[in-house]
C-alpha cells in the first residue's frame, strides 16, 4: 500500500532523525513535511513504532497516511519543490499545474 507521511516538528535534530528513517524505509521526500512509497504493513507497523519512540515526549507531529493505488493515482498534485524527490508515480488521473 502507498505509505503518506507528513509532519510538523520545529526542532531541527528531532525532525532530522525522523526524515532520515523514513529514508531508511526507502521513502521519498516528496515535499519538505512529507514522505511517500510503498510499504508492506509490517514495515509500516515497524516506521510507526520507530518514529513514535523519536517524537516520544517531544513537540511536533507525524500522520501516517495509507492508500491504495487508485487512491494514490487520484492525488492531485499543483506545482513542484525543487530540491525534493520525484512523487512516485503509479498512474491514474493526477492533475498537474506547473
Not at 6 to 32: F, M, N, P, T
Not at 56 to 65: D, L, S
Request: with cysteine.
Amino acid at each position: 500500500m502507498m505509505t503518506l507521511v507528513v509532519y510538523d516538528i520545529s526542532d531541527d535534530r528531532v525532525r532530522r532523525a525522523v526524515e532520515r528513517r523514513c529514508k531508511d524505509y526507502g521513502l521519498r521526500h516528496i515535499q519538505r513535511s512529507a514522505f511517500a512509497g510503498i510499504l508492506p504493513k509490517s514495515q509500516r507497523l515497524s516506521l510507526f513504532y520507530e518514529l513514535s519512540e523519536i517524537m516520544r515526549g517531544r513537540e511536533g507531529a507525524v500522520r501516517i497516511y495509507v492508500m491504495d493505488r487508485r487512491l494514490y493515482g487520484m492525488t492531485m498534485r499543483i506545482g513542484r519543490v525543487e530540491g525534493f524527490d520525484p512523487d512516485p508515480d503509479y498512474g491514474g488521473p493526477g492533475y498537474v499545474v506547473v
